[in-house]
């Protein structure tokens, strides 16, 4: 198994555009989890889908950010327009919900700077 | 508010010792507790997941202690090794499917 693919996993963009994250969890996980990364806050949890259906968006952090998961294969963090303030990197995981005994898996991240 | 914590200074062990990583919580009441290594620009990756009845869990050379009464988490690394250096996080959940929230880790560097 490839593991949780994230891209792109550099992105630079200028404040004002419209960014777009990938994943493809593992197959046959059915959560998944978007995660944003800085020094200063360390890992918070976005939102997280269980069978493609959004759980928690509530650390969403405004309606600059959306997130959809179209497939069980699938699924998408935007944000429009972007900020310097979003610079961070984005990590998606995923799990199978009664998996508890092997934790979540992460993807390599996508690390986004905005200009 | 529910709170982590994890001592934020980096902690340095010399090669062969045992490194003890401290994980406190608050206002929280967790079934499972998990430890994950990450490493530079890298995801976490999944290391030990204790539960709540559970007091100590063991993998190889990892060793897991899990106090519901003192909401703390003991993690060890035994006959510890350069390549163990990395940093540590500890995360929380409450139940299978859930979120889990993160501490902020500890970085641990095994000097040779």
């Known amino acids: 198994d490839a593991g949780v693919i994230q891209s792109p996993r550099h992105e630079v963009t200028e404040m004002g555009q419209e960014v777009t994250l990938r994943c493809k969890p593992i197959?046959?996980?059915?959560?998944l989890f978007w995660y944003r990364q800085t020094m200063m806050r360390g890992l918070e949890l976005l939102i997280y889908f269980n069978n493609n259906v959004p759980i928690d968006d509530s650390g969403m952090p405004e309606d600059r950010f959306s997130a959809k998961m179209p497939n069980a294969s699938f699924s998408t963090l935007k944000i429009q327009p972007s900020e310097p303030r979003d610079s961070a990197v984005y990590f998606c995981?995923?799990?199978?919900?009664?998996?508890?005994?092997?934790?979540?898996?992460f993807g390599s991240g996508t690390r986004l700077t905005v200009v | 508010s529910q709170k982590i914590e994890q001592n934020s200074e980096a902690l340095n062990i010399q090669e062969g010792k045992t490194a003890t990583l401290t994980c406190n919580y608050t206002n929280y009441s967790p079934a499972y507790l998990q430890w994950y290594r990450q490493d530079p620009g890298r995801g976490p990756v999944f290391l030990l997941l204790?539960?709540?009845?559970?007091k100590e869990k063991r993998k190889e050379r990892l060793k897991v202690t899990f106090d519901t009464t003192l909401k703390q988490s003991l993690f060890h690394i035994t006959a510890s090794q350069p390549a163990d250096s990395a940093t540590y996080l500890c995360a929380l959940v409450s139940r299978p499917g859930d979120k889990i929230i993160f501490g902020k880790g500890t970085r641990l560097h095994i000097l040779p």
């Open positions: 197959s046959g996980h059915n959560s």
């Open positions: 995981a995923s799990s199978l919900v009664q998996g508890t005994n092997y934790g979540y898996t």
């Open positions: 204790i539960r709540e009845n559970e």
